[in-house]
């Protein structure tokens, strides 16, 4: 697959290449049509496409434990409040917000999983570049030990008819793994490919969030899908107080020379401060400073970053130190570092839980 905006989604994390243009009712938001502004040098620059250029807002001491977390109305008819943290669902899924005929809840029913799992499978085996085994191939579902300890968002459209398993048409989702349930388990998935274990210490008094095995049906790859996941991610958020989210992303293909250019701007632009640092392992690490930062055409390695990476930088984000290819699913990924407080109010308040536009009806 190319990086071009028909390839479908794919695995953990995965960059959605669908998007071209700012979609609806998100105008400007998270994919602009051009690049952001830049402020280039011959110093080293950290890119800030969200805008915030005060370094005060990316250091380590701004990030110290604060008060993003709350319980909306609409939250606790499904949460039983307590500790901050340590939130215990009453039920197995949780209705999240709505727009639309889609709908995105919160679930850990083992029957909801096996339809993600079979979800997942279409995107990332039969639509994507993804080598099934024997044992998946038969099943038909993307599944690994990491479903059982994870929460997992949901989207289903309401409209169209029920499935044979019962409830809707299940058309998106996204994979979400607390530090705490990460650390009693074995560590996080994204510790395979990076070496996180240095970022997770220098930030020990904070909460960080895994994002992985996020994936859309083709047919359903728009502006309004990503909007509902993102809301579904930020309520996540701030009912677990989440400090920072982390997680691979993806580009099609493992052809690094043909990636040259997107990875390079990563490098150059939008690498993370040292604080906030974390590297490929050494035995997997692909450079990604493969073209210097004067020979970049800057709107056109815009243009080819997968448009779940654009969101990630337009919010915010850092990108970690090299990059690493996945052979099994066909994939160059890098690893994304979001600080909460590093995300701009506007994005907050759009996606935010208190947003009366996502009421499930």
């Known amino acids: 697959m190319t990086l071009q905006d028909e390839a479908p989604g794919h695995r953990a994390s995965a960059s959605w290449r669908w998007i071209t243009s700012s979609p609806p009712g998100i105008s400007g938001l998270l994919w602009p049509e051009t690049p952001c502004k830049m402020q280039a040098s011959d110093e080293e620059t950290y890119m ?119 409830g809707s048409a299940v058309i998106g989702t996204y994979r979400l793994l607390r530090q705490e349930v990460a650390e009693k388990k074995g560590g996080f998935y994204s510790a395979d490919e990076f070496d996180i274990s240095g970022l997770l210490r220098r930030h020990a008094g904070l909460r960080f969030l895994e994002l992985g095995r996020s994936c859309v049906l083709p047919a359903y790859q728009t502006g309004r899908t990503i909007e509902i996941l993102w809301h579904g991610v930020w309520s996540y958020v701030r009912e677990h107080r989440i400090d920072v989210m982390i997680g691979c992303a993806s580009f099609e293909g493992i052809d690094t020379e043909h990636l040259a250019r997107p990875l390079s701007f990563l490098h150059h632009f939008a690498s993370a401060p040292e604080s906030w640092r974390a590297a490929a392992h050494s035995l997997r690490q692909v450079e990604m400073n493969r073209l210097a930062k004067s020979e970049i055409d800057i709107r056109a390695a815009w243009l080819e970053l997968p448009p779940l990476i654009k969101g990630y930088l337009r919010v915010g984000a850092f990108v970690g130190d090299g990059a690493v290819i996945d052979p099994q699913f066909g994939t160059t990924d890098v690893l994304i570092v979001l600080p909460v407080k590093a995300i701009n109010a506007r994005y907050i308040s759009h996606f935010g839980a208190d947003a009366q536009r996502y009421a499930v009806a």
């Open 48 to 166: 800030r496409v969200d805008g915030l250029a005060d370094s005060k807002l990316i250091s380590a001491e701004a990030c110290n434990r604060q008060n993003v977390g709350w319980t909306p109305e609409w939250l606790k008819r499904y949460f039983v409040v307590g500790r901050p943290g340590k939130s215990r669902q009453q039920s197995a899924s949780a209705k999240l917000g709505a727009i639309g005929q889609l709908e995105v809840s919160l679930t850990r029913d083992k029957r909801d999983v096996k339809r993600l799992q079979k979800l997942r499978y279409r995107v990332f085996y039969e639509h994507g570049r993804a080598v099934a085994d024997i044992a998946t191939r038969l099943k038909r579902r993307d599944k690994d030990d990491f479903d059982s300890i994870c929460d997992h968002l949901m989207v289903v459209d309401r409209s169209r008819p029920r499935s044979a398993v019962g």
